[in-house]
């Protein structure tokens, strides 16, 4: 449980008690632990509280690079609070850089914070590495809570209840403004247009599965075949993410629809673990060389991974 010490001149913004048991946060929240223990489960890692699991920094410093790539020179278990605190001036230095606020009004979180398990600065710090890390991932949306700003001063303590917004109104939310061709798929708008702007945007795709797949010593050709028995598209999100998928998961060398299915089956699974969530794709849809399905697939780890 966080103790609360405020000292003279200070001032403490905490949620109300009875902000605590809003389902809205509740969700949020869960939604946040759901995508760390998503991103770091190659690492063994579990959280269960975002109060209780990560004020040492161990954590922060996994997702640090595991989205960033950095591996700061520091000790995998901070045992002491002096370490904990040192290992956290570090790795909030680093996020703070890669999280592009320069304005210090914007940072609602601090070392002294988190390492005090304050619930509202993890969730901020929190919301904004999903925003910049991993924009693709929906957050519960307009979450406000009620907070109490608390500064004591020699008068003794002032106190002002306000309203915190953790995350934003989605800004299609009860509006039917916008047309449908608006909220469409991008890729089914894609296929849409002129031939040689649809060629375009395969090459780019193309030039981006290559890239990443010469190590390996494999050249993609045709994207709207060499995909539909999951096996390069199993070996891509790997490499991407970084991770081994043991051969025995999958099948290297598929001879029939069935074992396709599986190959496919598995590739959506762990988009979907990753929080790569994509509408109306099944794996069906893929074995059957379907183009839109295809590329919305390759569309999804291109945005992700185009600029790492």
Same mark, same amino acid.
């Given at each position: ?13 905490i949620i109300q008690p009875t902000s605590l048991n809003d389902p809205k946060l509740g969700s949020l929240k869960q939604v946040l632990v759901d995508w760390i223990n998503r991103t770091l489960k190659p690492e063994h890692i579990v959280v269960q509280s975002l109060e209780e699991d990560l004020y040492d920094g161990l954590v ?74 991993? #924009?693709?991932?929906?957050? #519960? ?115 029939? #629809? ?51």
């Amino acid at each position: 449980m966080q103790v609360l010490c405020i000292y003279t001149g200070e001032r403490r913004i905490i949620i109300q008690p009875t902000s605590l048991n809003d389902p809205k946060l509740g969700s949020l929240k869960q939604v946040l632990v759901d995508w760390i223990n998503r991103t770091l489960k190659p690492e063994h890692i579990v959280v269960q509280s975002l109060e209780e699991d990560l004020y040492d920094g161990l954590v922060l410093h996994h997702l640090l690079s595991k989205f960033t790539g950095v591996h700061l020179p520091l000790e995998e278990m901070a045992l002491t609070t002096t370490a904990q605190t040192r290992k956290l001036e570090v790795v909030l230095e680093e996020l703070d850089k890669r999280l592009s606020l320069q304005d210090s009004s914007r940072i609602k979180w601090n070392v002294k914070l988190i390492q005090n398990k304050d619930l509202l600065a993890t969730i901020h710090l929190l919301v904004s590495m999903v925003r910049r890390f991993q #924009p693709e991932l929906d957050l #519960p949306p307009n979450v406000k809570i009620e907070v109490v700003a608390l500064e004591v001063n020699r008068s003794g303590i002032k106190s002002d209840v306000q309203i915190e917004v953790l995350t934003e109104e989605r800004s299609d939310t009860g509006s039917d403004s916008l047309s449908s061709t608006e909220r469409e798929d991008p890729i089914e708008q894609l296929l849409k247009l002129d031939a040689h702007k649809v060629n375009t945007v395969k090459k780019a795709i193309l030039h981006f599965v290559n890239q990443n797949m010469s190590s390996m010593g494999l050249q993609v050709a045709d994207l709207d075949k060499q995909f539909s028995d999951g096996v390069i598209l199993l070996l891509l999100i790997g490499q991407l993410e970084g991770f081994f998928i043991p051969l025995c998961d999958f099948n290297l060398t598929p001879v029939n #629809p069935s074992e396709m299915l599986h190959n496919v089956t598995l590739a959506l699974d762990l988009l979907k673990d990753m929080g790569l969530c994509m509408s109306g794709v099944n794996p069906q849809d893929i074995v059957s060389q379907d183009v839109a399905a295809t590329l919305k697939v390759l569309y999804t780890l291109f945005k992700k991974h185009k600029d790492k």
